[in-house]
């Protein structure tokens, strides 16, 4: 019988040791950890992710703060990360992707002052990440290993195969996979939307991780017995049955899939919660001035 993987209850211990932490800083007389996020347009999941974050930021007593516009020049939106870069009550920052068009993704990283960028895509920090040093790992990579540890999932010589090579996910997390120590030494293939026949290379993964954001990508035909499946795809597709309008799907026709796994993610409640624990802990050791110690 596959194992799910239950990122919610994970989210929810984890959550509760960022909680006990907040408190000792607060007994001490420290100041507590503090995240802005910086949110532009009107994308609704990103609307959601980013209110999910500041919420909780809430429940674990974090500081958090929303700088909000629906829309924004580039000039301007980098003279806000200067604000933000230069005022020492903030730890963390994230400007929550994607970002409008106009607006160089790039030069945005580029311009965040590397100890407070929680989400860990400025150069500095991608690279410490490819050279195994002390920095800040990017949020959803990091939930994912997170969940690996603590379900003791082998990785070590296992294929793994990424589908989705965001910076976000896809990217540094086959940095991450291929690096020595645990969760990693694995052999990884990264593959895209350009990729001719990706069941080729997952009908052979021990581990496989989607994050492209086409439900129903990954058929059970795509995959071996046993494998190890990681859903990061989470689309919104319409359904009048819910009162939201939508119901939330992942990149694997799950149902069909889940029978063949040794574990697998459900959609929502796997990576989801993990990600956003993520981003606390980096914020949290942003606070404590140990991102480039430990
Ligand atoms: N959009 C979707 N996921 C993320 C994330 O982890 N960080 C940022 N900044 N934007 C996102």
């Keep these: 019988m596959p194992t799910i993987l239950d990122g919610k209850t994970a989210a929810q211990v984890i959550k509760a040791e960022i909680a006990q932490k907040v408190e000792a800083i607060k007994a001490s007389n420290k100041k507590i950890p503090h995240l802005a996020a ?10 959601t992710y980013v209110k999910n974050k500041i919420h909780t930021c809430k429940e674990v007593g974090f500081q958090s703060t929303l700088i909000q516009y629906d829309d924004l020049g580039e000039r301007a939106l980098l003279e806000i990360i200067d604000t933000v870069n230069k005022n020492e009550t903030i730890d963390g920052l994230i400007v929550q992707l994607p970002l409008p068009v106009h607006i160089d993704v790039q030069n945005v ?4 002052k590397p100890e407070k960028d929680v989400d860990g895509f400025h150069p500095f920090n991608y690279g410490r990440m490819a050279c195994q040093l002390p920095t800040h790992i990017p949020a959803t990579p990091l939930g994912i290993l997170e969940l690996l540890k603590r379900y003791k999932i082998k990785t070590a010589g296992q294929y793994c195969v990424i589908v989705g090579k965001s910076r976000i996910v896809g990217a540094p997390l086959s940095i991450l996979m291929s690096r020595a120590g645990y969760p990693g030494n694995a052999t990884v293939t990264l593959c895209d939307k350009l990729t001719r026949d990706i069941g080729i290379f997952t009908r052979k993964a ?8 086409k439900p129903g990508l990954i058929t059970a035909a795509m995959v071996k017995e046993g494998v190890v499946v990681i859903d990061v795809g989470i689309t919104r597709v319409p359904d009048t049955t819910k009162k939201v309008g939508f119901t939330l799907k992942g990149d694997v026709d799950f149902d ?5 796994c040794s574990y697998i993610t459900p959609v929502p409640g ?25």
């Excluded at 069909?256 to 063949?260: A, E, G, Q, R, S």
């Design 38 to 47: 910086i949110l532009i347009g009107n994308d609704a999941a990103s609307h």
């Design 109 to 112: 990283v580029n311009h965040l």
């Design 206 to 213: 021990d581990i496989l991780i989607t994050a492209i954001g």
């Design 256 to 260: 069909n899939v889940m029978p063949k």
């Design 270 to 294: 796997g990576v989801g919660p993990m990600t956003v624990t993520s981003l606390l802990l980096n914020t949290l050791r942003a606070a404590q001035k140990k991102v480039y110690s430990e």
